[in-house]
């Protein structure tokens, strides 16, 4: 298997413009043209105020092949009521007007500010140009096209071989706030020319979703705007993939690695970040429970600005531990490490463990929180960053 920067993949064109939806001079407008016969699987957000685009593009899906993803920055168009939703279904046939489709062939995704909607004149100019733009080569553009608060691009491929074929994988994906897993988190586009089946690439959408975007999370706020994107087009060689062979199960460890290598993207670009945590708890009862209290310590405002300060206030990994929503814990059972050094055995402080060794562990960009719980055998893995004073600073100053 081979991972580069990032490959075009057959059956799908991409252009990314500059339309001026919110600010001028910069790429604010993406349309992916996706080959016929391709066939699309997505997750949404779980937010009750999901946002115009979202449910557009859920009605659309469930009626029709898409034939265009259309993504604007600037504007979420989130809890902007009725008139958000013409807006978002005028922009659906603005595209199909240009590209000569029809309008519930358009799946739209937004993203930026909640409770305004975007100008449509924006999209009067830039859809034009978007389409006029098409390349098989315009996934770079892309990339920063879909960026809000991020810092910079995320864009991964992977090119793996199954019977003598070449299959190619690639995607990109946005966010820096408001990260918090609740189906799958930001927006994510991942396509590959391999041959899927529709009920395959649909199993495989959530469960892949499931183990990256899933399990990061920033600052514990959801969005109204999340949504995955799986495409298959169907263009390579290789016979179709329809059940979980083991030449499939290759393909999809290929769409594992790009789906948690862009999940972890955004943990590492997230807003004021300085230190990516890697939070994974054992010997859970379920992997529930294991999930639960990884995101409880992941989520701890006091736990990620103690990663931020390098401080390590190892008691305020115990105390996330001991307020995780589960059934059951026995403390006297609970070990926990912070890289390689032990700070807690069996409930209490580790007769190893010293300050100074726990300072060391805790100044590295990378930090690795591994809990065992005593109860079980099952094991989850959250991905989370540091708090530092940034994160308060753009998120202060984000509307202006």
Same mark, same amino acid.
């Given at each position: ?218 600052? =514990? ?12 087009? =169907? ?34 670009? =997230? ?130």
């Amino acid at each position: 298997m081979e991972q580069l920067s990032w490959l075009p993949v057959p059956g799908i064109r991409v252009a990314a413009v500059k339309a001026e939806i919110k600010k001028p001079n910069r790429r604010d407008l993406v349309v992916f043209e996706l080959a016929s016969g391709a066939r699309t699987a997505g997750v949404f957000t779980l937010n009750r105020f999901c946002a115009a685009p979202v449910q557009v593009t859920k009605k659309h899906l469930a009626s029709k092949s898409p034939k265009y993803l259309m993504i604007n920055t600037g504007y979420a168009n989130a809890g902007t009521g009725e008139l958000g939703m013409q807006d978002c279904l005028q922009s659906c046939e603005l595209l199909a007007q240009v590209a000569q489709c029809s309008a519930d062939e358009v799946l739209p995704f937004s993203t930026g500010v909640i409770g305004q909607r975007f100008p449509l004149a924006a999209f009067e100019r830039g859809l034009p140009d978007a389409i006029q733009s098409l390349d098989e080569h315009g996934w770079g553009k892309a990339s920063e096209g879909i960026m809000t608060t991020d810092t910079r691009p995320k864009i991964t491929s992977r090119r793996v071989e199954i019977d003598g074929e070449a299959i190619t994988i690639t995607g990109i994906s946005k966010g820096a706030g408001m990260i918090k897993p609740n189906m799958a988190t930001m927006l994510g586009f991942i396509a590959t020319d391999a041959k899927i089946s529709q009920s395959l690439l649909e199993k495989w959408s959530s469960e892949l979703a499931n183990v990256s975007f899933n399990r990061i999370t920033i600052d =514990g706020d959801t969005s109204t705007n999340d949504c995955c994107v799986l495409v298959a087009t =169907g263009c390579g060689g290789h016979a179709e993939f329809d059940t979980e062979t083991a030449e499939a199960l290759v393909l999809k460890h290929a769409l594992e690695q790009v789906y948690v290598e862009l999940a972890q993207a955004i943990v590492r670009d =997230g807003e004021g970040a300085t230190k990516f945590v890697e939070v994974r708890v054992d010997q859970a009862l379920t992997h529930d429970d294991a999930r639960i209290v990884a995101e409880t310590v992941a989520h701890s405002p006091l736990v990620k600005t103690a990663l931020f300060a390098s401080d390590p206030n190892w008691g305020r990994i115990l105390a996330a531990v001991g307020r995780a929503p589960i059934a059951e814990l026995d403390v006297n059972q609970v070990n926990i490490w912070i890289g390689d050094v032990q700070i807690v055995s069996r409930g209490g402080v580790a007769n190893s463990y010293t300050e100074e060794q726990g300072a060391n562990v805790m100044a590295a960009s990378d930090i690795a929180i591994r809990i065992e719980l005593g109860a079980g055998d099952a094991s989850e893995t959250v991905w989370t960053c540091d708090f530092s004073y940034d994160y308060v600073k753009i998120n202060a100053e984000y509307r202006t």
